[in-house]
Structures are given as structure tokens and as C-alpha cells.
T-cell receptor, first 112, second 112 residues
């Protein structure tokens, strides 16, 4: 158990819908990262937050947005969902921006 | 684009040392090498990281060549539970803004 909690574990929704994925980082970790992993693919970095502020942006679509709240939990919002958005979405956290990150077990999103 | 190159797959006999190579010929002087593994579709698990010195922890050893253009992850006594995809990653960016760039990884299969 990495200490990073992601909810829900599974999510099935229809195209065009909007969903919110939630991440609770390890206690004491200030930095949160979001990654997308499509079937049999590597991890694609989406976005990073540190203590509530966006720090780095990767290949995140405009239909996707994220935020980190004062209690340090983070949410990833995915809207106007398409079939191609079906993937595993991982959240990771670290103490600071340059230390090792620990991953949650992911949210498996299926868009039908 | 991933900044690392790894063999797509490797086999190793149970109880033997598993040596996983990684090339990172374009690595910069301040970029760290990280290793993670992912068992099936679980969240990636941090293994070890290093800058230029060899590193060892309870899970593995990391050997980085003197020119830092390649490294080897060593699992000293592989078990069946070490079967996973192993990712060699270069941490890119500045102190306040970095991201892990993931490649395709090496699928390591431990055979009884």
C-alpha cells in the first residue's frame, strides 16, 4: 500500500459525459501528479501540482482539467468524454517536486 | 519522446540475479535516473533512483556508468513476484518543474 488513495476504482460512463477522479496523497506529501495509461501503453504525464499550485503540464487535453485543494487532495475532471479516453488514470504524490513519487492503484475509466 | 531505451522483454530464472539495462545517452548533468515497476495493471512501484553514484536499497541495486549514458538495475535474487514491467525513467526539468518521462519499459518474466 503506497498510501495514495484514488477513487473510484472503476468508472463506466457514456461518450459526451463528464467525470471527476479523486486522489488523496500520502500524508505529508505536497506534490500530486496525474498520469494516463491507455491499454498496453506507457504512462503519459498529464499535470503536476505542488501545494495547490500547478507546476507542470504534460499532454493534457483541453477537455481535461485538474486542481489541488487546500487539504492537498486533488481532482481530475474529464469532460466531453470520447471512446479514446478509456484508460487507467493514476495519481502519484511526493514530498516535494524532486523526490520519488508514490502511485495510487488507479481509476479504470471505460467510456462506452 | 522517451529519453531512455530498454529491451522490450527479458527472462530470468528464479533465484538468479536479474540485470535490466537502460540506455539514456542524452541525459543531462542534473538529470536523475529513476526505476519503477508495474505489476499487471497496478500502480507503478518506486524501486530506486540515482544521479551518478551506484545505489543500493532493500529492493535492488542501480549501477550507473561513469559517462552516465547507461545504467543497470539489478534484482539480486529474483522471485516469481518480480515478474513485471520495469521502467527506466529520466527525470527532466528544473528544480521546481519536473516530470518523469516514461518509455515502454522492459517486461521481465521470472521463470521457475
Amino acid at each position: 500500500d503506497s498510501g495514495v488513495t484514488q477513487t473510484p476504482k472503476h468508472l463506466i460512463t457514456a461518450t459526451g459525459q463528464r467525470v471527476t477522479l479523486r486522489c488523496s496523497p500520502r500524508s505529508g506529501d505536497l506534490s500530486v501528479y496525474w498520469y494516463q495509461q491507455s491499454l498496453d501503453q506507457g504512462l503519459q504525464f498529464l499535470i503536476q501540482y505542488y501545494n495547490g499550485e500547478e507546476r507542470a503540464k504534460g499532454n493534457i487535453l483541453e477537455r481535461f482539467s485538474a486542481q489541488q485543494f487546500p487539504d492537498l487532495h486533488s481532482e481530475l475532471n474529464l469532460s466531453s468524454l470520447e471512446l479514446g479516453d478509456s484508460a487507467l488514470y493514476f495519481c502519484a504524490s511526493s514530498v516535494s517536486v524532486n523526490t520519488e513519487a508514490f502511485f495510487g492503484q488507479g481509476t479504470r475509466l471505460t467510456v462506452v | 519522446d522517451a529519453k531512455t531505451t530498454q529491451p522490450p522483454s527479458m527472462d530470468c530464472a528464479e533465484g538468479r540475479a536479474a540485470n535490466l539495462p537502460c540506455n539514456h545517452s542524452t541525459i543531462s548533468g542534473n538529470e536523475y535516473v529513476y526505476w519503477y515497476r508495474q505489476i499487471h495493471s497496478q500502480g507503478p512501484q518506486y524501486i530506486i533512483h540515482g544521479l551518478k553514484n551506484n545505489e543500493t536499497n532493500e529492493m535492488a541495486s542501480l549501477i550507473i556508468t561513469e559517462d552516465r549514458k547507461s545504467s543497470t538495475l539489478i534484482l539480486p535474487h529474483a522471485t516469481l513476484r518480480d515478474t513485471a514491467v520495469y521502467y527506466c525513467i529520466v527525470r527532466a526539468g528544473s528544480y521546481s518543474n519536473y516530470q518523469l518521462i516514461w518509455g515502454a519499459g522492459t517486461k521481465l518474466i521470472i521463470k521457475p
